[in-house]
Each structure stands twice: as C-alpha cells, then as structure tokens.
C-alpha cells in the first residue's frame, strides 16, 4: 500500500471514529429525558411520598450522568495536515475515549433509567397482586422492558467486539506503515 493512500485511509478512519464519538455523546442526554418522561408519568398517575423521592434520586443521578459521561470528552478533529502517525494516534485516542464512555454508560444512564422504571412499575404490580386483574395488563409493557434491558446488554456485547476489530486495524495499518 502506499503511504499516501494509507494517510487516506487513516484520514478517514479517524473522521469516522470523531463522528461516532459525537453520536454517543449526544445520545447520552436522552437517558434524562427518558427519566424525566418516565417520572412525569408516575407522578401523574399518582404516588405516595417514597415514590417521589426515588424519582427524585432518579432523575439527579440521570443529570449528573449527562454531566459525568461528557466531562472532558469532547474532544477536537484531526488536523487536514496531520500525518500518518499522528492520524493513527488520534484513532487510538477515540477509541480509548469511546470505551471509557461505554464503560460509564451502564451505571450513570442506564440504571437511573431502570431505577425510575423501577418506581413506577413496583408500586403498580403491589396493587396487581392486592386487587388482581392489574398485573396481567402490565404483561406487555413488563416484556419489552426485558426485552430492552436485554438488547441493551447484546447491543454492549456487540459494540465490544467492534472495539477489539477497530484496534486490530489500528495494529494492521501501523504495521504496514513500518514496512
């Protein structure tokens, strides 16, 4: 390969790894909005005090995750100018940055979300079993909460491996341009 198409190449790996990282930052502010939506909705229902204190926790712990997963993650593209070496490093970089993101996202968007879920879902199913009738209704709504806390879990597995495939081509291309 030649050196000029390998910059190419990098170049536009890099560029697409910056995308990527700006997606994942931005998406991580929907984790408040769901608590918040999910919140509202419990609050609307109606609720006893406890209730609205794990919303509260809920919805704080959801806010300081927004704040948490994009503190000092924003981080700048790659020069025009730059070379070979510097374009991989920047690579290496956002891929470092998108697995220490992935590796927060479980504890401060995803399980604020679960948590308000869990408030809101907990108290209905105590007055399934009290007045009966209640609960059944709640089976479709109770089947894709699992169904999305598993897809989450295989999406997670998924993008690992993605992770690994991005390294071992950072590893080929800088071997190739030793040679």
Same mark, same amino acid.
Do not use: H
């Given at each position: 390969?030649?050196?000029?198409?390998?910059?190419?190449?990098?170049?536009?790996?890099?560029?697409?790894?910056?995308?990527?990282?700006?997606?994942?930052?931005?998406?991580? /502010?929907?984790?408040?909005?769901?608590?918040?939506?999910?919140?509202?909705?419990?609050?609307?229902?109606?609720?006893?005090?406890? !209730?609205?204190?794990?919303?509260?926790?809920?919805?704080?712990?959801?806010?300081?995750?927004?704040?948490?997963?994009?503190?000092?993650?924003?981080?700048?593209?790659?020069?025009?100018?730059?070379?070979?070496?510097?374009?991989?490093?920047?690579?290496?970089?956002?891929?470092?940055?998108?697995?220490?993101? !992935?590796?927060?996202?479980?504890?401060?968007?995803?399980?604020?979300?679960?948590?308000?879920?869990?408030?809101?879902?907990?108290?209905?199913?105590?007055?399934? /079993? !009290?007045?009966?009738?209640?609960?059944?209704?709640?089976?479709?709504?109770?089947?894709?909460? #699992?169904?999305?806390?598993?897809? #989450?879990?295989?999406?997670?597995?998924?993008?690992?491996?993605? /992770?690994?495939?991005?390294?071992?081509?950072?590893?080929?291309?800088?071997?190739?341009?030793?040679?």
């Amino acid at each position: 390969m030649s050196t000029v198409t390998l910059e190419k190449i990098v170049r536009r790996r890099s560029q697409e790894l910056y995308a990527k990282t700006m997606r994942e930052r931005l998406s991580s /502010f929907v984790g408040p909005l769901t608590v918040a939506v999910v919140c509202w909705l419990g609050i609307s229902i109606g609720y006893n005090p406890v !209730q609205f204190a794990v919303f509260a926790i809920a919805g704080a712990w959801s806010l300081a995750g927004a704040y948490v997963l994009n503190r000092g993650g924003w981080s700048g593209r790659l020069a025009a100018d730059a070379a070979l070496a510097t374009g991989i490093e920047f690579c290496r970089k956002e891929i470092e940055r998108r697995l220490d993101y !992935q590796r927060r996202v479980l504890l401060w968007l995803f399980a604020p979300i679960v948590l308000a879920m869990g408030a809101l879902v907990v108290p209905a199913m105590g007055n399934g /079993f !009290q007045k009966g009738g209640t609960l059944a209704k709640m089976i479709p709504f109770l089947s894709l909460a #699992v169904l999305w806390i598993m897809g #989450v879990f295989v999406i997670r597995s998924w993008r690992w491996k993605e /992770f690994e495939r991005e390294i071992e081509e950072l590893d080929d291309i800088e071997k190739e341009s030793r040679l």
